[in-house]
């Protein structure tokens, strides 16, 4: 069986390639897109990440199962049949919001016991449980079941956390190995990513990349980062874990970031990234353009006539809502306003991506670094 990810060139570390899923061909390196609850907050559906320029739709295990539960998704078709999207997907294990729930939750070898944040019923979540629900909810691909370690945390912790990972991770591989094997399973060539740990150790983060490297996975995941260190803590722990590896392997850097975040971690050799801020940011006025950041909050914008950014393809833009509109909207806590405020930012997200695609084939990607990666960070 071939291998999902091509590598198509190289420019210093910097790497533009694609991956083959059963659901379609993904251009790299991507932002994926999120979906909570199989919809973008702010009023997006599917339709919309179509015009969006939208590769990959990210959807969150651990919400579907509570509701609607996998059941019902599963007999709807799956995601793809559920929500309209005909795309790739890819759902997280469910690891980071069970682990999220501190007080609600108790770890053993088995899995983890906790309840529910929406009525307190009492759960269990393992790695099987883990892919059983992502293989109902059909998606392309299915993150394993990891433990998020919270930051900062004891060296000795860390260290048996990331033995614990690993040994779920075996089982979420032998369990997705028995499901894509039986004949009701909505995908059968349902990926599987592995999630590299280890706080902000160098050694552990090392030695954990070679330890899961060797169960030879679909792609590789850097997880527990993006969550309070500071920037250059995450760019350490990246150029330290990038050299092992596999080159012909995706690498998924989890819940980054900012789009000068993107910029330099694509220099840094990571191909894919998913991000909440692009959506959570819009909803509260904050807008990426290739000037920088504008908030729409500033009282300057409120007779301003001018499109969030001059040129931009956006559905907002594009349609000729001005600043001024979009922000009183926003202040009218209007959803057509969080909804054409998100519509720029996941634009301008997924354009950014289409850009640094184009630049890598042509071999500049270190020229437009250098003209774009304070400028994208700049507030207005």
Known sequence: MSKPFRLLGQEDKARRGELVTAHG???????????????????????DLE?????IM???????????GETVVRGLGGLRGFTGWGGVTLTDSGGFQVFSLAELRKISEAGVRFKSHIDGRALFMGPEESMQIQSALGSTIAMAFDECVENPATLEYA???????????????????RLNSLPETLNRGQLLFGINQGCTFDE????????????????????GLAVGEPTEEMYRIITAVEPHMPRDKIRYLMGVGTPANILEAVSRGIDLFDCVMPSRNARHGHL??????????????QSDPEPIEQGCGCPACSQGHSRAYIRHLLKANEMLGMRLAVSHNLWFYNNLLTKIREVLDNGTLADFKAAFGGRLAARL
Request: overall charge positive; aromatic content about 8%.
């Open 25 to 47: 061909t993904v251009q790299t390196p991507a932002f994926m897109n999120v979906a909570t609850a199989a919809a973008i907050r702010g009023g997006l559906g599917a339709r």
């Open 51 to 55: 015009e969006l320029n939208c590769q």
């Open 58 to 68: 990210l959807c969150n295990t651990y919400h579907l199962h509570l509701r609607p």
């Open 159 to 177: 260290r048996l956390s990331c033995q614990r990972t690993t040994r779920w991770l075996i089982r979420c591989k032998q369990e997705m190995e």
């Open 204 to 223: 552990l983060r090392i030695a954990h990349m070679e330890e899961i490297a060797a169960l030879d996975l679909d792609g590789y995941a850097i997880g």
């Open 288 to 301: 990426f353009t290739w000037e920088g950041i504008r908030n729409l909050n500033n009282a300057k914008y």
